[in-house]
């Protein structure tokens, strides 16, 4: 139990009574931005009476305002080891930690905080988004839910668990928090927005394309410039060369009298390139997306403090590299199933190469989990292996380390587990975090059992569905034309040397036009490698009630199509960067 302040004699009243209206000037100077004069207010208010947490909390917040962040967090630690603290000193102290970088031990003052103040919601809140932020993802969940329990009418504990649930594809249950929290509808434009951003969002993965589009529609009616609204209408509505939401968005880039946002500039522009490939116009397309890829692709155009300029030659070369660690002599004894859950498969491939569409068959079968993209494997890569790996000759014997590749497995399971529990049904998992590709050969080694399902799709219509797409998460070699080629190469090369040395029984390919030319048949090879029996709801994928989460959220709706096979010929004339580096002849 926490020990009670002890009883305030008069003298210590008074005094304090005294450092309250210090106190209350020092705001009042800190306000007014005459630091000097709040410092002064804070340490007389200090010396009137010592320890007094009101007094330290002021001092602290005199110090962080004048850059002094050391100091402040050592009075605020004296302020939080007070018999009678308040739970604002906590939450002070993890502002400091936060500002400066340091979750780790943002964590560590939260879970104090509620430890002295158990029932707080909001801390849990801030708590739960930290450890999402830190990919603790089932346990920040947890953390959240409890937010909510204790503040059910917390709007910020409603659209935190409603985002967090929403990462991890539990839509139906996000769908709920999200929409009570549009209910309780915060005076704050821009957090009202946001969560209608996010409820719009969570509909689309369920296939409401309608509710979605009203979503995104009331954020424009509320704010006619946000790109991010502009960018999630454009990916869930067909546009027509009359549609009056392209005159709209065109306007809104020429007003010369707004300065528009770096980030809705570009999203207005992909916006509008989808609108025009809609409208079958691809002059115009490539003409907006050439300038919202260039806005983005600035962001890595020089060395930052926390980031490196992308360099193509470097990341292409580092892709190659991978394929010399991996000699076929390592695949000869690969770890089989065990009786520990589910078999494991693992989509791979580039973006927008029809990998969605695969991931939906099989997710149309009783006997698969399908989790989407999960970030899981590459994670847990970096932590025990090391974020640039392979690229030291040390990383030859890394490779071949049982131990490493064990805990790499049971790492990989147990979070994937904890994340999509898997029903009795359940003999399958699948991953299709595309990435993965550069693991291929990680992920057999380590992962008993596990398969490759590797998709391919036509490299120009691929590379040109990539350059038409905001990706959430960046992949900073779609943004040029030349750079989207080049690292295109890099990867081909790499799956060749997959495919000449990976075992037939663990690694398939699947070409996306042969499949949407006669789906059956390709199914049935797929369904045969994997192991399991056939079903016809297979066949059926696009009545299949279950989230997407990736750009083709909208299309795999839709069925069967084809007509995204060749689509780039159109394109020619204004694709010729990507064709060279393609190697492709536009005729």
């Excluded at 009075?75 to 308040?86: G, I, T």
């Excluded at 031990?105 to 830190?134: C, E, M, N, W």
């Excluded at 549609?243 to 809104?252: G, L, N, Q, R």
């Excluded at 990998?355 to 970096?382: N, V, Y």
Aim: proline share 6%; charged share 25%; glycine share 6%.
């Amino acid at each position: 139990m926490t020990k009670a302040a002890p009883p305030s004699s008069f003298a210590e009243k008074r005094n304090r009574q005294k450092a309250d209206k210090l106190i209350q000037a020092a705001q009042s100077a800190l306000a007014s931005g005459n630091a000097a004069d709040a410092k002064a207010r804070a340490q007389q208010a200090l010396s009137t009476a010592p320890g007094y947490g009101p007094a330290l909390m002021m001092m602290a917040q005199v110090h962080r305002a004048t850059g002094n962040l050391n100091k402040a967090a050592q009075l605020l630690q004296s302020a939080c080891n007070l018999p009678d603290s308040k739970i604002d000193y906590f939450r002070e102290l993890a502002g400091i930690f936060a500002s400066a970088g340091r979750y780790d031990l943002v964590q560590q003052i939260l879970f104090a905080a509620i430890r002295k103040f158990p029932t707080h919601g909001q801390t849990y809140s801030d708590l739960g988004v930290y450890l999402i932020q830190a990919e603790h993802i089932t346990q920040g969940i947890t953390i959240l839910e409890k937010a909510v329990s204790f503040s059910p009418d917390n709007w910020r504990a409603l659209n935190n668990l409603g985002s967090a649930l929403l990462k991890v594809g539990r839509e139906k249950e996000a769908l709920e928090y999200l929409a009570r929290a549009e209910e309780i509808g915060p005076d704050d434009p821009e957090r009202r927005t946001s969560n209608l951003l996010q409820l719009g969002e969570a509909k689309r993965h369920m296939g409401d394309l309608e509710g979605a589009q009203e979503c995104f529609r009331k954020v424009i009616a509320q704010n006619p410039k946000s790109g991010r609204a502009w960018h999630d209408l454009a990916d869930v509505m067909k546009f027509e060369p009359d549609s009056p939401e392209i005159k709209m968005m065109v306007d809104i880039l020429n007003d010369a009298d707004f300065v528009l946002q770096k980030v809705d500039r570009e999203m207005i522009g992909f916006a509008l390139g989808k609108a025009y490939i809609d409208s079958k116009d691809p002059k115009q397309a490539i003409h907006h997306l050439d300038a919202a890829n260039a806005l983005r692709r600035q962001d890595f155009a020089e060395n930052t403090p926390t980031q490196k300029a992308y360099d193509s030659k470097i990341a292409c070369g580092r892709v190659r590299a991978i394929a010399d660690y991996f000699p076929a002599e390592l695949f000869k004894d690969l770890p089989q199933q065990d009786d520990n859950g589910p078999a494991h498969a693992f989509i791979v491939g580039m973006p927008r190469c029809g990998s969605t569409l695969i991931e939906q068959i099989l997710g149309s079968h009783p006997e698969t989990l399908a989790t989407g993209e999960l970030r899981t494997f590459p994670k847990f890569k970096d932590r025990l292996f090391g974020t640039l790996f392979p690229n030291q000759p040390e990383d030859h014997d890394k490779i071949r380390n049982s131990a490493l590749l064990a805990e790499l497995a049971k790492s990989y399971r147990e979070e994937v587990n904890a994340m999509y529990p898997p029903t009795p049904a359940t003999k399958l998992i699948i991953d299709k975090m595309l990435g993965n590709f550069s693991w291929v050969g990680l992920i057999l080694l380590s992962v008993p059992g596990a398969k490759i399902i590797h998709c391919r799709r036509n490299p120009v219509d691929t590379c040109l569905s990539c350059y038409s797409k905001r990706f959430a998460n960046l992949q900073v070699y779609t943004c040029n034309q030349t750079e989207l080629g080049e690292f295109y190469r890099a990867y081909e090369d790499l799956m060749a040397h997959w495919r000449a040395v990976l075992p037939k029984d663990r690694f398939i390919e699947i070409n996306y036009e042969d499949l949407v030319t006669n789906i059956e048949p390709e199914a049935r090879r797929l369904i045969d490698f994997l192991g399991l029996p056939w079903d016809d709801a297979m066949l059926d994928f696009h009545k299949t009630e279950r989230s997407v989460r990736t750009a083709s959220a909208a299309q795999v709706r839709q069925g069967l199509y084809q007509t995204s096979v060749e689509r780039w010929k159109p394109y020619a004339p204004y694709i010729k960067q990507l064709l060279k580096a393609l190697g492709i002849k536009p005729d």
